[in-house]
Nanobody, 126 residues
């Protein structure tokens, strides 16, 4: 069983930065693709970023490209989301997720992910 625990959320002013962390339990973490998603009340959970097992391939939603960076540290069983130049529209609960079906690539489709964290709130004030 894989457990994912997010941290690093909070309140920040527009233009500021936050770094989210997702700590994973279990040895399976190092073998599979990981993703970050976000959700606001009343809307679908949307893709933010994903990374393959090695960290060599990364994928981003157009809305965050150039501002957010996903990375992973397999020695620490942790995936990160560095968020810069934050905007009020980035306000959401952010979730990390693990996809057991993929190693060398990653997907933007939330139904492809098997394990999810509990989420961490990010609020960007204008």
């Amino acid at each position: 069983q894989v457990q994912l625990v997010e941290s690093g959320g909070g309140l920040v002013q527009a233009g500021g930065s936050l770094r989210l962390s997702c700590a994973a339990s279990g040895r399976t973490f190092v073998s599979y693709a990981m993703g970050w998603f976000r959700q606001v009340p009343g809307k679908e959970r949307e893709f933010v970023a994903a990374v393959n097992w090695s960290g060599g391939n990364t994928y981003y939603a157009d809305s965050v490209k150039g501002r957010f960076t996903i990375s992973r540290d397999s020695a620490k069983n942790t995936v990160y989301l560095q968020m810069n130049s934050l905007k009020p529209e980035d306000t959401a609960v952010y979730y990390c997720a693990l996809d057991r079906a993929r190693r060398n690539s990653a997907t933007m489709y939330r139904y492809d992910y098997d394990y999810w964290g509990q989420g961490t709130q990010v609020t960007v004030s204008s």
